[in-house]
């Protein structure tokens, strides 16, 4: 993973901008309180449909990275919902940043 996109999950985390794990991620999206999913990529294909699905109907964008855990100190966890507006651009030119 890209070190500015782990650092930028990693301080949306620390600033307690974000809600991880299924269940907090789901009632944040359902609630209208996600502005951005982030989805482990090696997540398992029963995951990634439910997450595209829910985000789609809901109209988040969702974004599919390398790890979702490891950036923020939480290895176990594969979806995060990011709850900040300011944490979703920063987050989203960082992934952009990484692809050049």
């Known amino acids: ?3 500015r996109l782990d ?18 991620v789901e009632t ?4 209208g309180k996600a502005k951005l999913v982030l989805l482990q990529a090696d997540a398992s294909d029963n995951a990634k449909k439910r997450y595209s699905d829910l985000c789609a109907y809901y109209k ?3 974004l599919v990275i390398k790890t ?5 100190g939480q290895p176990s966890r594969i979806s995060m919902a990011v709850t ?8 989203m030119n960082a992934e ?5």
């Open 7 to 24: 650092n930028a999950i990693g301080l949306c985390k620390k600033a307690g901008k974000c809600q991880s794990g299924e269940l907090a």
């Open 68 to 72: 979702v855990g490891k950036a923020i």
């Open 96 to 100: 952009a940043g990484s692809k050049d």
């Open 1 to 3: 993973m890209d070190q």
């Open 84 to 91: 900040d507006e300011g944490f979703k651009r920063m987050i």
């Open 28 to 31: 944040a999206v359902r609630k």
């Open 60 to 62: 988040v964008p969702l």
